[in-house]
């Protein structure tokens, strides 16, 4: 075993302190991010592009934003029989019976 193995992957630590950052400001440039985290401008593109795969950040134009949560999941409500309803999910209709 070396010594290596003990530490986190330069990507994970990366991703890690490009989400961090995004947390606390809500949206980067990614030439800022590339001064901060000291990392060529392609490598950031592509940190933010597996973070966008994983559903954690949208790319925008010259950039990066955090998703708000109202765009991560519909906003779901209980309805009368203690299911969840969904905003904007459209209602399933029993079909009906012909005698």
Excluded: C, F, K, W
């Excluded at 986190?8 to 980067?28: F, H, Y």
């Excluded at 134009?61 to 904007?88: K, M, Q």
Aim: aromatic fraction near 2%; charged fraction near 30%.
């Amino acid at each position: 075993m070396t010594g290596s193995d003990n530490r986190i992957p330069l990507q994970v630590s990366r991703r890690a302190q490009l989400l961090e950052a995004l947390q606390r400001d809500g949206a980067l440039r990614i030439s800022d991010l590339t001064s901060a985290l000291g990392a060529a401008a392609v490598t950031i593109r592509r940190d933010i592009a597996q973070l966008a795969a994983e559903g954690l950040v949208r790319r925008v134009h010259g950039g990066v934003a955090l998703i708000a949560p109202e765009e991560t999941a519909p906003e779901a409500t209980i309805s009368e029989d203690g299911e969840p309803e969904y905003a904007g999910a459209e209602e399933e209709q029993p079909a009906e019976e012909e005698e």
